[in-house]
């Protein structure tokens, strides 16, 4: 079951995983896809809302994810399954 929310995690030195500050991050309802571009400045989540159901995030320079923009998806359970980004 989702929660609406996407955890971000930094891998330590001793390969140690620890939350990003602020997450978890809000994200559309059942993230049910998520890709990065080509320069890890952004990060998009699909999943199925009205308002926000594919969001487009930047990435900041710790890790953490701002919502910077996002379209409707509807709320039909057909889900995205994949997003891919090109150069």
Do not use: M, W
């Amino acid at each position: 079951e989702s929660d609406s929310t996407i955890t971000a995690y930094s891998i330590g030195t001793d390969a140690a995983l620890t939350a990003v500050p602020g997450s978890p991050f809000s994200a559309p309802t059942n993230v049910s896809a998520v890709s990065f571009d080509n320069s890890g400045a952004y990060l998009l989540a699909s999943g199925y809302n009205t308002i926000s159901g594919t969001q487009l995030y930047t990435v900041g320079s710790k890790g953490a994810l701002t919502s910077s923009a996002s379209a409707p998806t509807g709320v039909t359970p057909g889900i995205p399954t994949a997003i891919a980004t090109t150069p």
